[in-house]
């Protein structure tokens, strides 16, 4: 009896993802108004300007040079006209033209990165504080290495100075 409750209770639990996915089965307005409420889209998040240049055609006004000989000129009693043909002539000009084009995201997805990078901030954290807590036992080693190969050169120059008085003396 006591197994068969625990596994009920075990069975009922429901996971955030199938509770949201049965309140939006029963009414998705309810869940919309919600979500959109909860995690609204952010206004601006990053403006951009582009100048894009674009060709644009003038027209200028230019003395007609197709016979340079040929220029009207008018007299008159007391004053001398001179008058000259112009044309005109089309030109291509660069004319900047701006381009401005605004970004807007979901802020639903902001949060869920805004949730992993604080994750991953607490994990940096944990990981700088074990490799610290690990970087003092190896100096700890290291120091206590040192200790133990000085004894132990200590111990061999013994021996070998025992050895060599054996030596000496039995010569």
Same mark, same amino acid.
């Given at each position: 009896m006591?197994y068969l409750l625990?596994?009920l209770i075990?069975a009922g639990?429901?996971?955030?993802?199938?509770?949201?996915?049965?309140?939006e089965?029963?009414?998705?307005a309810?869940v919309a108004?919600?979500?959109r409420?909860?995690?609204?889209?952010?206004?601006?998040?990053?403006?951009? $300007?582009?100048i !894009?240049?674009?060709?644009? &055609?003038?027209?200028i006004?230019c #003395?007609d040079?197709?016979?340079p000989?040929e220029? *009207?000129?008018?007299k $008159?009693?007391t !004053?001398?006209n001179v008058? &000259?043909?112009?044309i005109k002539? #089309?030109?291509?000009?660069q004319?900047?033209?701006? *381009?401005?084009t605004?970004?807007y995201?979901?802020s639903?997805?902001?949060k869920?990165y805004?949730?992993?990078?604080?994750?991953c901030?607490t994990?940096?954290?944990?990981?700088k504080a074990s490799?610290?807590?690990l970087?003092k036992k190896?100096a700890r080693r290291?120091?206590?290495?040192?200790?133990?190969?000085?004894?132990?050169?200590v111990?061999i120059?013994w021996q070998?100075?025992k050895?060599?008085r054996?030596i000496?003396?039995k010569?």
């Amino acid at each position: 009896m006591k197994y068969l409750l625990i596994i009920l209770i075990l069975a009922g639990c429901s996971t955030a993802k199938e509770l949201l996915d049965k309140a939006e089965r029963k009414d998705p307005a309810i869940v919309a108004k919600y979500a959109r409420d909860k995690y609204p889209c952010t206004d601006l998040l990053k403006p951009d $300007t582009a100048i !894009v240049w674009r060709d644009s &055609t003038i027209y200028i006004e230019c #003395p007609d040079n197709s016979n340079p000989f040929e220029v *009207v000129i008018t007299k $008159t009693d007391t !004053v001398n006209n001179v008058v &000259t043909r112009t044309i005109k002539v #089309p030109v291509k000009v660069q004319i900047p033209g701006k *381009v401005v084009t605004r970004w807007y995201e979901d802020s639903a997805k902001l949060k869920i990165y805004a949730t992993e990078l604080n994750n991953c901030n607490t994990e940096v954290q944990t990981l700088k504080a074990s490799n610290d807590s690990l970087s003092k036992k190896a100096a700890r080693r290291g120091k206590e290495n040192w200790i133990w190969r000085a004894i132990a050169t200590v111990l061999i120059c013994w021996q070998v100075w025992k050895i060599y008085r054996k030596i000496m003396i039995k010569i």
